[in-house]
């Protein structure tokens, strides 16, 4: 965090920052946006100064420049204000960039400890976001379709991205009626190979001396250009800010009507004009040739960011983003995600665009992620993110499979969204529990019993566990979801299967529990059983921010079963973990003779942690289990913990951060070495396994906070 913020102070230039001290020494567009919304954390003056310094250089026509030039630093930069020849003499360059902005300024009111000043700020900018939405939807939309077209790979914000290679090669260039020019990219010290290529800088400045001899005139550029595209990532972007604006407008008051027609119009564009049904993903359109453009980027999930995506077609996107292409979760020998289908010929996991993770990217598809449910992947993201610039710099861009960091180095926006997303990480979930602290709980009187069903008058019968686990998989198969290990409690109250579930619960009170007979069937009957009655004790409370919302929610409900009564302790702790003592309770919980220790699961199975689901976000996502699979899935449901972001090992810092699980089980789990020695077999095999394995007597442990948050 510390290091992060020197690279951004070192960077800063008293106006805004640069994106990094060397190779890109002036203003950049969208680079202001991301590097702000990481001040925010921690100088909110400083993060409205960058949006303020870049919209000072705003068009009259509205639009936002791609670069702001620094007068004091020129010459180090091609292309640069002599060879742009924008109107007015302004020290900018002639296109723009995927406007972030309002996502910026959204963020930087939401997260303001001086609300007051950051209203104030909203008041001044929202005039200046408003007006460069219009530019982009007066002059790059003027067939009104909802989508605005850029006219330069530049403007995408992915310069030579593999998706532009089709539109570019149409552009046929003459060497000798091109500009004279010489790049300055390549004299930085990064290696050629990984940055465009001389072809591709051709055909970019062929694109600014088509745009100079048209004197920047749109419509004109309109008609003679070779290069117009409807891209995915931009709209997502200009969708999700168009978003983030129909909030700020309404929090300083405005008439926010005409944001929300171009928020309509361009979600429903995206989702219903470059959704490619064939492909099963967005795909830019060619605007030239009339065609979709069809290739395999990281851009293409962008709506996800934007939330514009269906809900089936972020199914199919989520599918697509989660495989070998993208690096799916646990493959262990990449980083999440790279910006090119790794299948793919053209992949290459150094070069620029064309294959290398991006912190900026990935910042945004994980937020997209979670807003559709998947929180296992948004988290593995997150914890990619966090561990790239910690273990190989904050570099701009990172090779996908060694990690490797590539181009400039002390980058601004790597060291921006670090820090929020570590704040995001660790504090926020500090603050939820905060705010959700004992006090404000509430504390159940009584022991209340979850399987009494009015009318139902329960007979013993033969095959009840059978039933019983059927309904609960009914359950399963209706309101969670396996991807996401999370529990849909709204809509499982009101159903069907949830009554019936109700039904056959409430046969447990005659049910023989001596016929339960083999250890896989008590496994799967208890572990399915704890983690229906949490589900249950959700709903029937109306839990909806947290078990803690009830204090002592898993002493105080329970199922009667035979002539006993349980309650999620009651399993866990006595049934599961042979009634070994409960972190920091001072005795088990079947006391003396209790007659339930009879049915304890004997030797205790350490892996049941990973099983159980206390309905908070840092437990194990939940599932389902059965007795004849049950080894394997417990197996499985291990592995997945443990190389989920509940285990992290920082080889640079000598630490491991493990989830409290190992913490608050020390009974089950032993000491530290006896964790390593637990988690060696389950972890990937890669160099952090082989990291651990080799410093077992010194690395430090740390445990992670732990998310009460409910897993809906
Ligand atoms: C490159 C990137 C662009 C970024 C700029 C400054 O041009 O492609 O996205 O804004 O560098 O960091």
């Known amino acids: 965090m510390k290091q992060a913020q020197k690279i951004l102070n070192g960077n800063w230039t008293g106006r805004y920052t640069k994106p990094s001290p060397g190779l890109y020494p002036h203003q950049w567009h969208w680079d202001s946006g991301f590097i702000a919304i990481g001040y925010a954390h921690y100088h909110e003056g400083r993060a409205m100064q960058e949006i303020r310094s870049l919209f000072e250089h705003q068009w009259e026509n509205g639009m936002v420049p791609q670069i702001a030039f620094n ?19 302004r020290l900018t360059s002639g296109i723009t960039m995927p406007p972030l902005h309002a996502i910026a300024c959204l963020h930087i009111y939401q997260h303001a400890k001086n609300r007051r000043r950051a209203h104030d700020f909203l008041k001044e900018i929202y005039p200046k976001l408003m007006a460069s939405h219009r530019y982009l939807y007066h002059h790059r939309d003027p067939a009104k379709t909802g989508l605005v077209y850029i006219r330069h790979p530049w403007e995408s914000g992915l310069d030579n991205s593999p998706s532009w290679d089709r539109p570019l090669k149409t552009i046929q260039v003459d060497k000798t009626e091109l500009p004279a020019y010489e790049r300055k990219d390549l004299t930085h010290g990064v290696p050629a190979e990984q940055r465009p290529s001389d072809e591709d800088y051709d055909r970019y400045v062929y694109l600014v001396d088509l745009f100079r001899e048209n004197h ?7 008609d003679q250009c070779p290069f117009l595209v409807q891209d995915v990532l931009f709209n997502s972007i200009l969708c999700r800010a168009n978003r983030d604006l129909v909030e700020m407008g309404k929090i300083i008051d405005q008439d926010v009507r005409e944001v929300e027609e171009w928020l309509g119009q361009t979600s429903q564009a995206i989702r219903e004009r470059m959704w490619s049904s064939e492909r099963k993903q967005f795909d830019p359109i060619d605007l030239v040739t009339g065609e979709q453009l069809p290739t395999a980027t990281a851009a293409s999930f962008m709506p996800l960011f934007a939330v514009a995506a269906s809900q089936e077609q972020a199914r199919l996107l989520y599918e697509r983003l989660n495989s070998v292409s993208f690096c799916a979760l646990h493959q262990g020998n990449c980083f999440t995600i790279p910006n090119y289908d790794m299948a793919q010929n053209e992949f290459d996991p150094k070069n620029y665009w064309r294959g290398p993770v991006w912190i900026n990217i990935n910042w945004m598809l994980s937020q997209g992620l979670k807003s559709y449910g998947y929180r296992e992947k948004s988290d593995a993201m997150k914890k990619d993110m966090i561990q790239l610039p910690v273990r190989f710099g904050f570099h701009e861009y990172f090779d996908s499979i060694t990690g490797k960091g590539y181009g400039s180095d002390s980058f601004g926006w790597t060291s921006s969204l670090f820090i929020d997303l570590v704040y995001d990480y660790y504090d926020e979930d500090k603050q939820t529990l905060n705010w959700l602290g004992w006090r404000k709980s509430r504390k159940l009187k009584d022991v209340k019993i979850l399987n009494e069903a009015p009318g139902v008058i329960p007979m013993p019968a033969v095959d009840l566990a059978p039933k019983l686990m059927s309904s609960i998989g009914e359950l399963k198969d209706m309101f969670y979801s396996m991807d996401r290990g999370l529990v849909d409690y709204e809509a499982m109250k009101r159903s069907e299967e949830y009554r019936s579930y109700l039904e056959s619960a409430a046969y447990l009170k005659v049910f023989d529990l001596e016929s339960l007979m083999t250890r896989e069937e008590k496994l799967a009957f208890w572990i399915n059983l704890y983690n229906t009655i949490v589900v249950q004790g959700i709903v029937e409370l109306g839990l909806n921010a947290s078990v803690r919302e ?36 001072i005795s088990p919980v079947f006391k003396g003779r209790d007659p339930r220790r009879t049915h304890m699961v004997e030797p205790m199975d350490n892996r049941i942690h990973f099983a159980l689901v206390c309905g908070s976000r840092s437990c194990a996502p939940i599932r389902f289990y059965e007795a004849n699979a049950i080894d394997d899935q417990l197996e499985t449901a291990t592995r997945n913990f443990i190389n989920s972001s509940e285990v992290v090992i920082l080889p640079e810092k000598n630490k491991i951060l493990l989830s409290e699980i190992f913490n608050w089980y020390k009974k089950d789990f032993g000491q530290r070495r006896d964790i390593f020695r637990f988690l060696r077999p389950y972890l990937d095999q890669d160099e952090k396994a082989t990291y651990l394995k080799e410093h077992m007597d010194t690395i430090e442990v740390e445990y992670l906070f732990y998310d009460w948050n409910l897993n809906h």
Do not use: C, K, M
Request: hydrophobic share 25%; aromatic share 20%; glycine share 6%.
């Open 71 to 89: 007068p004091e630093t020129l010459g180090n930069y091609f292309p640069e204000p002599d060879f742009w020849q924008v109107p007015g003499s």
């Open 216 to 222: 920047y005139n749109e419509a004109e550029i309109y």
């Open 550 to 585: 009830i204090s002592n929610f898993f002493t105080h409900i329970a199922y009667n079963i035979g002539d006993y009564t349980f309650t999620p302790d009651d399993i866990e702790h006595g049934i599961l973990r042979s009634n070994t003592r409960p972190p920091y309770r």
